[in-house]
């Protein structure tokens, strides 16, 4: 059976369950990758006929997401993942011919999953043979514990963040975004030499669990380092207000404005940085602040919303920032270069 084929048998099922197998934009980016990698143009109308199921369909923003996965295909994920979507959802599939290629099971582990927390996962050795007395049912516990951080001697800042969590899990959430904050707010103050570099802390952290799981605890961190946004911003808005008293002033100079420098805007320096942002309005976020800052958003779709629309595109400044690459961007508007 081809994949063609295979994609129309699950169109079919998919369409007489009336099931959404694709309700989060994570999910949605995913399904669009899988037909696209193996199907290409041929599986764009039958990505159509998947979406349209949920009520949040508009056929002018699939086309788009679509569009964007043939142009820049992840060799990762297959067809497979749609499948394993759609199964999540409650659909039922014969897999018999279904599932032709190796990749396509192998890669059914790629898609975002529900069932997967923080405290459990189940491990399986990639190449090996599925063996179908170990198949989890659906709702069923997995069968491998994660272990959580010990018990360990950690900096009294750290244990008094810690001491707010009520169980392990939330811990290790608490701890893990404790350093990434305080890594952020350390900026070149502490750094040591790697790879022939200075490496000051640039830690990313990203907290997967299902709802009401208590990751929600990491709010919190937030609170760590409001304090230095807030003193940021204030000296910002001095500086505006300087800036306004001058710009008055030199407009009604007349000719004399000749004879002197015309005031700059100051720079719109914060610490905590936005993730729903533009790439090059993320850009201007990290240069006016002298390359540092945090992003800090509680829900992941902030994110990857962003990164994924036509505007955004700024998952390179992040793996920059992380390797601490040099950042610039150019326009020709106004000839902005920085």
Known sequence: MTDIESLCRLCEAVETAGADIAPTYAEYVQLA?????????AGREFFHRLCRVSAKYEREHAER??????????????????????ERAGVTLCKEGVMNHRKNAKNAGNAPSKNL??????NKVDNEEPDESEELQNGSDPNQPLPSFTEANWPKILLLIMSYA???????????????????????????????KLQSPCLQSFIVAPSASGKGILSFIRLLVEPIHDEIRQK????????????AAYDTMGKERCKVEAPQMPK?????????????GILQNIMDANGTGLICETEADTISAAIGSEYGHWSDTLRKAFDHDRLSYNRRTDQEYR
Request: net charge positive.
């Open 268 to 280: 719109n320096k914060m610490f905590l940085i936005s993730g729903n942002n533009t790439g090059t």
């Open 65 to 86: 997401i679509f569009s964007n996965a043939l142009t820049t295909r992840h060799g990762d994920v297959h067809l497979g993942t749609a499948f394993h979507l759609a």
């Open 236 to 247: 910002v808005a001095e500086e505006v207000k300087a800036y306004k008293k001058e710009k």
């Open 117 to 122: 927390t923080h405290t459990h996962v189940y």
């Open 33 to 41: 990758f899988a037909i696209a990698t193996d199907c290409g143009e």
């Open 166 to 196: 009520t169980s392990p899990t939330q811990r290790d959430v608490m701890l893990l975004g404790a350093l990434t904050a305080i890594g952020a707010s350390m900026e070149r103050y502490v750094r040591c030499p790697y790879a022939g």
